[in-house]
């Protein structure tokens, strides 16, 4: 595989797309559960197509730019889109700044692992080992039972 060639990086990148909007969603939902917040299927979508314009930027940058530019261009300019829109569906600047704080750090490990060859498998299993474990000590003490009565009880 040729590190060099644009294409192949985008395509990389591209196949990590999938698995970036799921882990995009999960922190979403992990702070809508602890902060009991209820953000709406609309929102999900437009952050999921936020995240998915990034992939579409990298490639069209990446045919007129050096791909760590395309690639820099599109990050902070999703960053800064879902900072923004952040701050509102959870309520608070703060919030959306850490919310584009953990965008900004998937979109380093991404650019990490498109960097990586022989290794990127590995690295990437073990940061999903180490997210699923962050989620489970985060939510072991929840009861979820009461927490889905809770959230049925505020819809009606």
């Keep these: 595989m040729d ?3 644009p294409y192949v990086l985008s395509d990389r990148a591209t196949k990590y797309g999938l698995l970036f909007i799921v882990l995009t969603f999960v922190g979403v939902g992990l ?3 602890l902060r009991r917040l ?3 299927p609309i929102q999900y979508l437009l952050v999921g197509a936020a995240l998915s314009v990034f992939f579409l930027l990298l490639v069209s940058l990446s045919e007129h730019l050096a791909f760590v530019w395309a ?3 599109a990050s902070v300019a999703c960053t800064a889109l879902l900072s923004f829109y952040g701050g509102f569906v959870l309520r608070g600047a703060r919030a959306g700044m850490g919310f584009g704080a953990g ?3 998937l979109f380093a490990t991404l650019y990490a692992l498109l960097q ?3 290794t990127a498998l590995v690295l990437g299993s073990v940061l999903l080992f180490a997210v699923l474990a962050v989620i489970m000590v985060t939510t072991r003490k929840l009861d979820w039972y009461e927490l889905m009565a809770q959230l049925r009880k ?3």
Aim: proline share 5%; net charge negative.
């Design 154 to 156: 505020d819809a009606e």
């Design 3 to 5: 590190p060099i060639n």
């Design 116 to 118: 990586m060859e022989q």
């Design 71 to 73: 690639y820099l261009a």
């Design 31 to 33: 702070v809508e559960v």
């Design 38 to 40: 209820r953000v709406h």
């Design 103 to 105: 965008i900004a750090a």
